[in-house]
């Protein structure tokens, strides 16, 4: 293990810091539009980040999508707001506004160049639907972005787990619940109990957000 040393009035300290010891933290990023985070976000970022042993995962909200099927979506500061109640209970999680702060169009590859320069001492477990996965090769730069992180896919029904892609499976429970369904539901003033944890069901309505 190796450690510095530093001189104070009284004594010598011995600080050992991450970049120095060899030993990586493991977080994973769940990134998204969460246009609202619903309880199948949530159930997934829990299996992978203890099935696969992380140190934390992240819940990253992009700023627009770089699909071709844009979404509208509500401020992004908002939608981070929801997260935060999200997981306000669960200390294995944790947000990151990266995409929110840069602007633009939120591609992963530049994302994730940006967090190694500002965590050397982090691996990053980049988690993602199985239905991504078949658009992998239509991604900015998909060679760059393997080398860099390692890619969590999580099963979906109807969609293959073969890919040319170094990407680890996953196996989660299926949750049919998606952020339009929500939507759609609040719109037609129906009930989202259940489908999204209670704080975010009372913020969408003290916001009157998706009316």
Known sequence: MVATK???DTAVETVVTPELTGK???VGILGGTFNPPHMGHLMIAEQVGTQLGLDKVLFMPDNIPPHVDHKAAINGYRRLKMLQLAIADNSLFATEDIELHRG???YTVDTIKELRRLHPDTDYYFIIGGDMVEYLP???EPEQLMRMVQLVGV???GYEVTTPYPVL???TPMLDISSSIIRAKVKQG????YLVPNAVEEYIREKGLYQ
């Open 6 to 8: 530093t001189i104070t």
């Open 24 to 26: 990586k933290k493991r």
């Open 104 to 106: 633009g169009i939120s």
């Open 138 to 140: 239509k991604w900015r």
């Open 155 to 157: 099963k979906r029904p």
């Open 169 to 171: 499976w996953v196996d």
């Open 190 to 193: 129906q009930s989202i109990r």
